[in-house]
């Protein structure tokens, strides 16, 4: 371990909390500032899919490659490559003048979060002794809690008091950001590259090409879903035959074995698919389709990431009780219902006593699901394999994430197309006009409707999810493992 002086340790901290800042504010705004980049760049639906899932794709399939970069060059200067690639694709995206740049400048930002993100809590493993590592990561984490929830009341800020064009100042925030972090890790010392083991490129590409092709199945609509679809599926196995056949797999398959392991992936799959969801089509929903203000929006999802912060400390020690099963299908329980509530409400367009109390209760849920599914995952390897286990877990999340939007925005289409009329606005875009009162009716009944079935799907799976966690996930693990 390389020797940090106590002031090199708290500049580092600090440059990890302003670097991780910058994706954790860019992920909780952007389904806020999606009705503003349609109407700011005249993008369709499937523009603001990729727009979502072109930093997903790419950071989803090079979040290992980007951990074990690290290992090999150096956290410092992969952290600080990945800050300056993010912070170059940043301006870019504030700069866009149309939609396709604007996707392509997400695709960079994807690339340079994935060697940002695993280099935020390495190197603070790195500067930190073991016996202060975890004061300093639950600093880390109560700064990163308060910009995520502090990112979509900006945003809706911003755009309720400048208007649509100002979603660009979301991206442009980061250029400051991004200096101060580099400026705190000059001069700071870094370890030299420790892996021998070459990286996984062709891994790294196969995974890439796998998630493309079956999240373009879903979100393109020139009907060749099952063509698109089937060589995703091929790519998906030739990706499985690569990794189980590799020098230095990116995912190692053998910890699947384990059938603790492979539940914490499945549930953590599930039930992320569902909180991007649901995260990602609600304010859309609800800004150009029940017409509120951004700001008043996200006001009103405050207080999922209140409650997710405030309740995931005491759900860690009833982990430590009861293990991790019981609490992540108690957690997996209550999302379930919040889902079914958002559904069943979608209707009634009530944001203060129906979308602030389900968001209440999503966030109970999901506190009963963040920090036990990771304790889950670091229980059920050996201690070697925890930062593996760990970067996979993160990963399988953020694919979760990616499928979500393709799959619900097609799911969404289709409900919205089968129920609306010719002449309204499609789904998600505010009416630029006042139309004919019986035609706006009908496209925000059609909006419910599609909302609601986004809802009903999800709740399905974090239903399983559920049942899953009781199913493979429980305490003997810990005695097993230990």
Request: with cysteine.
């Amino acid at each position: 371990m390389t020797d940090y002086s106590p002031a090199q340790s708290r500049r580092i901290l600090v440059a990890a909390i302003v670097a991780s800042s910058m994706g954790f504010i860019d992920g909780s705004v952007i389904s806020i500032v999606t009705p503003a980049i349609r109407a700011s760049l005249g993008a369709s639906l499937a523009d603001v899919q990729w727009v979502s899932n072109a930093y997903l794709l790419t950071l989803s399939s090079l979040l290992l490659l980007g951990g074990a970069a690290g290992d090999r060059f150096g956290l410092r200067n992969v952290f600080a490559a990945g800050i300056v690639l993010f912070v170059l694709a940043s301006l870019a995206s504030a700069l866009a003048a149309n939609a396709a740049f604007l996707i392509a400048a997400r695709t960079f930002q994807g690339i340079g979060a994935a060697f940002m993100v695993p280099g935020s809590l390495a190197i603070i493993a790195e500067a930190y002794p073991k016996d202060q590592r975890g004061g300093a990561i639950g600093t880390w984490a109560a700064a990163s809690s308060l910009t995520t929830l502090l990112g979509p009341v900006l945003g809706g800020a911003l755009l309720t008091w400048f208007g649509d064009d100002s979603w660009r100042w979301v991206f442009a925030i980061n250029l400051p950001l991004g200096v101060l972090a580099l400026a705190l890790l000059l001069g700071m010392p870094d370890a030299s590259g420790r892996a021998p083991k070459p990286l996984d490129l062709a891994g790294a590409a196969l995974a890439t090409v796998t998630l493309l092709l079956i999240s373009w199945a879903f979100i393109d609509v020139s009907g060749w879903f099952w063509a698109y679809l089937g060589a995703g599926l091929l790519a998906l196995l030739v990706f499985l035959v690569w990794e189980a056949r590799a020098q230095a797999p990116m995912l190692p398959l053998a910890l699947f074995a384990d059938r603790h392991f492979s539940g914490a992936q499945a549930v953590t799959f599930l039930i992320y698919f569902g909180l991007s969801a649901v995260l990602f089509y609600l304010p859309m929903v609800m800004i150009a389709g029940w017409l509120i203000s951004p700001a008043e929006v996200a006001i009103a999802m405050l207080p999922f990431g209140i409650v997710l912060t405030i309740l995931s400390p005491p759900a860690g020690k009833l982990t430590d009780r009861y293990g991790p099963g019981p609490v992540i299908a108690v957690g997996a329980f209550l999302v379930t219902l919040s889902f079914v509530g958002f559904g069943l409400t979608a209707h009634l367009h009530q944001v203060w006593l129906g979308i602030v109390p389900l968001m209440t209760l999503f966030g109970i849920g999901m506190s009963g699901i963040a920090g036990p599914v990771s304790t889950a995952v670091m229980g059920a390897v050996k201690d070697g394999e925890t930062g593996t286990a760990s970067a996979i877990n993160n990963a399988v999340a953020r694919v979760a994430g990616l499928f979500a939007v393709a799959v619900m925005g097609g799911l969404a289409l289709f409900i919205f197309n089968l129920n609306a009329s010719a002449g309204v606005a499609p789904f998600g875009v505010i009416p630029e006009t006042a139309g004919p009162a019986d035609l706006e009716a009908l496209r925000v009944l059609a909006t419910d409707q599609a909302f609601s079935a986004i809802c009903y799907a999800t709740a399905v799976l974090a239903a399983v999810g559920a049942w899953l966690s009781w199913a493979m996930i429980d305490h003997r693990q810990f005695a097993r493992a230990n």
